[in-house]
């Protein structure tokens, strides 16, 4: 995970690496500054962009990262769990290394990117319930995504489990 610094954090350092798509690296002792106007997924890197203003894709942001932040990474491994704020209507992912993993469930990568699909979809609208039977939207939206977050569960199974009531 990168945080976002001022432009100003680049002034002393020299430029370490340029990639093909015009992503500027910055390497210091302690860490790496990234400029990039391209953050997510790219290759096999999770380049998490942490912001500390409103972020636009396309627009050219500097972040750092120390060098014990990086992880191992590759498709097949169980590396990720996933953190939802329902507040924000916000899902992303941490790798089991970082030192906020309390035994969550880790899947792989595409199983990581599948789920967070299911729980934006919760998130973001109610068609999901379509044909659910219940009293309080809001405690079963809690429900289902609890239940994507600390379980395997299929998305079909799921609903079919918080209508029936099982716990």
Not at 57 to 63: A, D, L, P, S, V
Request: hydrophobic share 30%; glycine share 4%.
């Amino acid at each position: 995970m990168f945080q976002q610094v001022e432009s100003a954090s680049l002034s002393d350092l020299k430029l370490s690496y340029k990639s093909a798509s015009g992503s500027e690296y910055y390497f210091t002792e302690i860490g790496v500054y990234r400029k990039s106007n391209h953050w997510g997924r790219a290759a096999n890197c999770r380049w998490r962009l942490l912001v500390n203003s409103a972020y636009k894709n396309q627009t050219e942001i500097i972040g750092f990262a120390k060098w014990t932040d990086f992880y191992p990474n590759n498709e097949t491994d169980k590396w990720f769990y996933i953190e939802v704020d329902i507040a924000n209507k916000d899902v992303h992912f941490n790798h089991k290394n970082n030192p906020k993993y309390c035994n969550q469930i880790v899947r792989n990568a595409s199983e990581t990117a599948k789920r967070i699909k299911e729980i934006k979809e919760v998130l973001q609208n109610d068609s999901w319930a379509k044909y659910l039977d219940f009293d309080d939207y809001e405690e079963i939206k809690g429900k289902m995504l609890d239940k994507l977050t600390n379980t395997n569960e299929s998305f079909v199974n799921l609903r079919k489990i918080i209508q029936d009531g099982k716990k």
